[in-house]
C-alpha cells in the first residue's frame, strides 16, 4: 500500500494587547502521515508560539519549543524555551499595577517624565501638608485651655463653608480657560496650595478673636450678648445670637479658598493633561492608575512627614522646613508642566508657530514650540517671533461689542452710528465673504486690538485661521515686512494705511486676509505632518457667540 503525501497547512494567530501590540504569534503546522504498521491515519499538529518582549525601542521576538499532539489529537504541551520571554516580577506586579494598560506605547512619549516629576512634587507636598496640618489644629484650638469644641466646630465648619463657596464661583469664573491653559493652571493650582499652607502656619499666631453668644434682656447683654463665649450665652437665656469674626478666622478662611482654587484648577488641568496623554489607552482607566501612583507616593510622603514632625517642633525649624519643601514642590512642578508637549493650539503657541511661518517660512514641530512656550503668558497677547508685543486678540466677541469700536452707541436709541471706518465691513457683500470664512477679524488701531467674532458653522482650524488673521493685522499695522513666500516679495504695511483711528478696510484688511488664506493653504499640510492637531479649538477661554447670517 503505497503512503500518502503529507500535507502541510500553516495557520498563524497573532494575539495583542490593549494598545494594538503583538504579544504573541501561534503557528500551527498540520501534517498526516500513514503509521509504518498500515493502521489508521493519525494527525499531529506543531504548534510553535512566538513570543514579543517590546522595549520602548526595539522588539525581541524568543523562539519556543516545537509542541506536539496526543495519538487523540489534543495539544500535549505548550512551553516556552526562554524564560527571558515572560514578564518579569517588576514588570507583572509593579508597573502594570500603577502605568496605564499597554504602556508605553498607549501614553505620548513625555507621559513617563511627567509623571516622575509630579510623584516627586506629590511626595515633597505630603510632607509639607503634615506641618501645615499641625499649624491648622493649634488654630483651630487643640491644646488651648481656654478654647471650647463648640467654637473648633464653628471654626471648622465656617471655613470650610467658604471654601466650598469659592470652589464654585471659580469653577464659574475660570472652568472655559482650564482646557487651552493647562499648563498655566496645573502649576498656578499648586502656588495656590502652597500659599494656603504658608497662611495655615500663620494661623496659630494670630489671635482668635472668634465669639459666639447668646442671650436675652439684660442678663444676656451682659453674658452671652457681649460676646464672652459660649458659657455667657447659655446663662442669659435665648433671645438672640450674634457672632465675631476677625483674625484667626479670616487666615484660616483665606487659605481655605486659596485651597478651592487648587482643587478647581489641578482637577480641570490634570483632566485635559490625560485626554492628552492617553494617546491609546483608556482616559478612565489612565486617571484610576494616575490616582494610584498619588496615593502610594502620598502613602509614602505621610510616613516620611511623621518623622519629619517629631523631629521639627519649634517654630523657626518648622518654617525653614516649611519653606524648603515648597520650593521642591514649586521646582518639580514647573519641571512637570514644562515636560509637556501639547500638540493643540492656544493662543501663545498659535503666535509662536504663525510668526515664526511667517517670518521663516518654516513649520516648528510641538517640541520646538514647547521649548519656547512660557509657563505664564499674557491672556490675548499677540507677540511677533521676536519677543515683540503688537497688540491683543478677542476671539468670539458679539455683534454688538465689534459695532461699538466701529462707532458710537446712541444714548436714547441704542441704535449705533458707524463713524470709525466700518462702513465697508457692513456691506452685504463683506458679510458674504465673512460668512464663507465663518469669521470676521477687525482691528482698532485705538486699542491696538484685533475683535475676532465667529460664525455658526465655524471649524477648529477656521478659528486658527482667524487667529492668524489677527497676528497679520497687528504686523502690518506695527509696519513689520512679511515676506510672500511664493513671489518671493516683501510686503510692508505702511502707516499711512492708518486712517484716523480706524483703519481702511479696503487695503489692510483685504490684504491681510488675501495673505492668512494664501499662507495657510501653502503650510496647512505640513502642519499637520509636523504633528499639530488642527480639529481642536482651545483658543477661547471665555464663553464666546457666534453668528448667522439671513436675508429678508
Avoid at 478659528?463 to 488673521?469: D, G, N, S, T
Wanted: charged residues 20%; glycine residues 12%; neutral net charge.
Amino acid at each position: 500500500m503505497s503512503r500518502k503525501k503529507s500535507t502541510t497547512e500553516i495557520t498563524e494567530i497573532c494575539e495583542v494587547d490593549e494598545a494594538g501590540r503583538i504579544t504573541a504569534t501561534y503557528v500551527q503546522v498540520p501534517s498526516s502521515q500513514i503509521p509504518p504498521d498500515g493502521g489508521k491515519e493519525k494527525r499531529d499538529a506543531r504548534i510553535d508560539v512566538v513570543v514579543s518582549t517590546e522595549s520602548s525601542e526595539d522588539s525581541i521576538f524568543v523562539l519556543p519549543s516545537i509542541n506536539s499532539t496526543t495519538p487523540d489529537g489534543h495539544l500535549a504541551d505548550c512551553s516556552l524555551l526562554s524564560k527571558a520571554a515572560t514578564k518579569s516580577w517588576l514588570q507583572t506586579y509593579v508597573l502594570d499595577v500603577f502605568l496605564p494598560a499597554g504602556y508605553p506605547h498607549s501614553v505620548t512619549d513625555d507621559y513617563l517624565k511627567y509623571q516622575i516629576y509630579d510623584s516627586l512634587q506629590a511626595f515633597s507636598s505630603s510632607i509639607a501638608g503634615l506641618l501645615s496640618s499641625r499649624a491648622v489644629l493649634e488654630g483651630v484650638g487643640v491644646g488651648d485651655p481656654t478654647t471650647t469644641p463648640t467654637t473648633a466646630l464653628l471654626l471648622s465648619t465656617t471655613t470650610d463653608a467658604v471654601s466650598r463657596l469659592c470652589t464654585i464661583l471659580l469653577a464659574h469664573r475660570l472652568g472655559t480657560a482650564l482646557a487651552p491653559e493647562c499648563k498655566r493652571y496645573r502649576l498656578m493650582a499648586d502656588l495656590l496650595n502652597d500659599a494656603g499652607m504658608v497662611l495655615d502656619l500663620l494661623s496659630p499666631a494670630v489671635p482668635m478673636a472668634f465669639s459666639w453668644g447668646m442671650g436675652g434682656g439684660a442678663a444676656g447683654g451682659g453674658g452671652g450678648g457681649g460676646g464672652g463665649g459660649v458659657e455667657g450665652g447659655d446663662a442669659g437665656g435665648g433671645g438672640w445670637m450674634g457672632i465675631g469674626w476677625s483674625g484667626r478666622w479670616m487666615v484660616l478662611c483665606a487659605a481655605s479658598c486659596l485651597r478651592a482654587g487648587c482643587g478647581v484648577l489641578a482637577g480641570g488641568a490634570k483632566a485635559s493633561l490625560s485626554a492628552k496623554f492617553a494617546r491609546g489607552a483608556d482616559v478612565g482607566e489612565l486617571n484610576a492608575k494616575d490616582a494610584s501612583q498619588e496615593t502610594v507616593i502620598s502613602l509614602l510622603g505621610m510616613l516620611t512627614g511623621t518623622l519629619v514632625v517629631r523631629v521639627i517642633t519649634s517654630p523657626l525649624a518648622t518654617w525653614m522646613a516649611l519653606l524648603s519643601l515648597l520650593a521642591i514642590h514649586l521646582a518639580t512642578n514647573y519641571l512637570a508642566v514644562r515636560a509637556v508637549t501639547m500638540t493643540s493650539l492656544n493662543r501663545q503657541r498659535a503666535n509662536i508657530l504663525f510668526s515664526h511661518l511667517l517670518v521663516t517660512g518654516k513649520v516648528l514641530d510641538p517640541g520646538e514650540v514647547a521649548e519656547r512656550e512660557k509657563v505664564f503668558e499674557e491672556d490675548g497677547v499677540l507677540r511677533w517671533n521676536d519677543g515683540r508685543k503688537l497688540g491683543r486678540a478677542k476671539i468670539g466677541v458679539t455683534l454688538g461689542t465689534l459695532l461699538e469700536k466701529m462707532g458710537a452707541r446712541d444714548k436714547k436709541t441704542g441704535s449705533m452710528k458707524i463713524t470709525n471706518g466700518g462702513d465697508d465691513l457692513l456691506k452685504e457683500q463683506e458679510w458674504q465673504c465673512c460668512m464663507r470664512d465663518n469669521y470676521s477679524v477687525w482691528w482698532d488701531q485705538r486699542e491696538s486690538t484685533a475683535y475676532v467674532t465667529l460664525g455658526k458653522k465655524c471649524e477648529p482650524w477656521q478659528q486658527l485661521r482667524a487667529w492668524m488673521q489677527a497676528l497679520v493685522l497687528a504686523a502690518m499695522a506695527n509696519g513689520i515686512a512679511i515676506e510672500d513666500k511664493v513671489q518671493g516679495k516683501s510686503q510692508i504695511a505702511e502707516k499711512q494705511i492708518v486712517v484716523g483711528n480706524g483703519i481702511s478696510s479696503g487695503m489692510i484688511m483685504k490684504r491681510a486676509q488675501q495673505r492668512t488664506e494664501m499662507t495657510w493653504q501653502l503650510y496647512v499640510i505640513e502642519m499637520k505632518r509636523k504633528g499639530w492637531d488642527l480639529d481642536t479649538a482651545v483658543l477661547e477661554t471665555r464663553p464666546g457667540t457666534r453668528l448667522s447670517l439671513s436675508k429678508g
